[in-house]
């Protein structure tokens, strides 16, 4: 036998794949993978608004660092050969236990943004909450993903009228929750933002051009997109985000700092649908908001964005489940970057789980094929989980199957 055949029976030579995308994809194996490949493709003040968190940004490594304090205790010999991942959130099937969390100013990553997002969520058959400040609106995104289970996010203005305005068209458009964020009297200083001088829409000058140089095809599909706009208020707020602003101004010029808890009576009397409040991170706080008869409660600490010196969401889902019992279902969002980080937060208490920054790496990687990426990485690693943790359904993930870890 000659060399060529010795060599012929024992490699095999892959097809070239001339899908650009999908050599791209192949080679995230998971989220972080994700993560650095929008990193090389973004502008780097664009991965940073995307990336980064408040101050010192401790909060934002506590999130996902908590998660590795949890161990698993697995069982086996438990028949695992048809694991069933899905649930039921506010009523509602889920073929698995994670929502898509509201993201604002999308169109930054991929020109298409919130549709890509809705689009690829639609497919997974999962709930996405639409921000306040999307770069899409509120009908466009209905009318792109009409199947999508379709939540809305509110941020609630100092003029009402606008705030009333925004959930009478999520209502007419087929949402079916609000989720009323909590978190943001004032925003939290995002450093990554402030060195770099971040604006939305971003600014075209010097160190923007260099940037987009090294940065092409970001900067090509940026250039021929129609202008980023906040498409949710664009012509009501004082600045509706057609002119360049820092977010930090337009926050704490338009929100209402007065919002408290009498506030929720008002929202129970202009929407009929499921209500959510995120931002909880006190126990007293689920109590409150399970006295007040909201329907979930969503954990979080704005993904590390806002007070730096947070609790991580995954530490608060016992003590708050401890509090609240039943009276409400609890959403864990922040930190998950694997299925085992979904399996664990469920192990503790909660419902399911919400991120954003999954998928926002996988939009600045590949626009919605990279969404389809995440949400299936994610899918895969949570069924891998479950069965080699010997739970073949959601309802069998319970608390004994996970354990403190001590602290280094």
Partial sequence: MSVFETLRSVVRFAPIDTDITARRLARAANIEDLRKIARRRLPRGVFDYIDGAAEDEKALENNSSAFSRHGLRPRVLRDVSDVDTSTTLLGKHLPMPFVLAPTGFSRIASSQGELDVARAAERAGLPYTLSTLSTRSIEEVAEAAPGLRRWFQVYVWKDRGLVHSMVDRAAAAGYDAI??????????????????????????????????????????????????????????????????????????????????????????????????????????????????????????????????????????????????????????????????????????????????????????????????????????????????????????????????????
């Avoid at 923007?208 to 129609?226: N, R, V, Y």
């Avoid at 401890?322 to 279902?329: L, M, N, P």
């Avoid at 990485?377 to 996970?402: K, N, P, Q, Y």
Wanted: net charge negative.
């Fill in 179 to 408: 989720m009323i964020t909590v978190d943001t009297a004032v925003l939290g200083r995002r450093e990554r933002d402030v060195r770099r001088g971040f604006s939305l829409p971003p600014k075209i000058g010097l160190s923007t051009l260099l940037d987009g140089a090294i940065h092409p095809s970001w900067t090509w599909d940026f250039i021929k997109a129609e202008p980023i706009t906040f498409a949710n208020v664009s012509g009501f707020a004082d600045n509706d985000g057609s002119t360049a602003v820092t977010l930090s101004d337009y926050i704490n010029t338009q929100f209402d700092q007065k919002l408290s808890w009498d506030d929720l009576a008002w929202f129970r009397s202009i929407w009929s649908g499921s209500i959510i409040v995120k931002g909880i991170q006190h126990t007293d706080d689920a109590r409150i908001a399970a006295d007040l008869g909201v329907d979930a409660i969503a954990l979080s600490n704005h993904g590390g964005r806002q007070l730096d010196d947070a609790p991580a969401p995954v530490d608060l889902i016992t003590p708050v489940r401890d509090t609240i019992g039943d009276r409400a279902e609890i959403i864990c969002d922040g930190g998950i970057r694997r299925g085992s980080d979904i399996v664990k937060a469920l192990a503790l208490g909660a419902t399911a789980c919400m991120g954003g920054r999954a998928y926002l790496y996988g939009l600045g990687a590949a626009g919605e094929r990279g969404v389809d990426h995440a949400m299936a990485l994610l899918e895969s690693e949570l069924r891998r989980t479950m069965a080699l943790s010997g739970s073949r359904r959601v309802d069998e993930i319970t608390s004994d199957l996970v354990e403190q870890r001590p602290q280094r």
